[in-house]
């Protein structure tokens, strides 16, 4: 297998307080069809070819090591041997972007970013190749929901560039952040500060004004596990169609 040298770093920091009723674990690690969520995702990255992952923790933090440790014996997850794992975990919660801003050393040029909480199905190489295309300095891959409302919508022109955000309670189809990035180092140079910060509310709303920003639209499958009721679907509906 030819392997792309891009690393990817997973965003997996948060609490999850919506969740507290359910479960103690980071969102992350909570089992979906009896194994941890991330593993969906990396091997939805190891199908694509990104093996070099840098997981971003927070809450919880050293749990990642020894629950995915343990789950590189499971014969049906195979596939995690060949994943080279690198944990970092912030000292106080630092929010999305303060996390970014902390992997900082663990990106030459360019980076993929994931939420690990969510499932987003996207060409990962296309989005990347959109970056190059565009010389961005960060793409987005865009999802398509029935109801948009818990999450706040994307406001795209005609040529994809992202033009605005809608907030959260705006019921109805339209397009949403899927959690996916492709962006490069100047981003995380420029855009971000050291300290807490959220990338979604904190960082992109100003970023747009000052640099082009990039969706990647997907019509492929998307879940997160951020409530009770969300999580109950993903068991439900796991694994995802790109990995069954």
Known sequence: MVRREVPVLVLAGGRGTRLAAV????KPLIPVRGRPFVTYLLEALYRQRFTRVVMLTGYAGDLFESVLESARL?????FLKEIDLTFLREEQPLGTAGALRQALPHVP???LVLNGDS??????????????????????????????????GLVLGPDDRVTGFAEKGTA?????????????RRFLEEALRDGPASLENDVLPGWIQ???VWALRTGGYFRDIGTPE???????????????
């Open 74 to 78: 499971s014969a049906d997850l195979a």
């Open 109 to 111: 040029s360019t980076a």
């Open 210 to 212: 000052r640099d082009a």
């Open 23 to 26: 479960t103690d674990l980071p």
């Open 172 to 184: 109805g189809e339209a397009w949403i952040n899927g959690g996916a990035y492709c962006l490069a």
């Open 119 to 152: 499932y987003c199905q996207v060409d990962l190489a296309a989005l990347e190749r959109l970056r190059a295309e565009r010389k961005a300095s960060f793409c987005l891959a865009a999802v398509r929901v029935p109801d948009a409302g818990d999450y706040g």
């Open 230 to 244: 969300r999580l109950a679907r993903a068991e439900a509906e796991f694994p995802p169609p790109d990995l069954a």
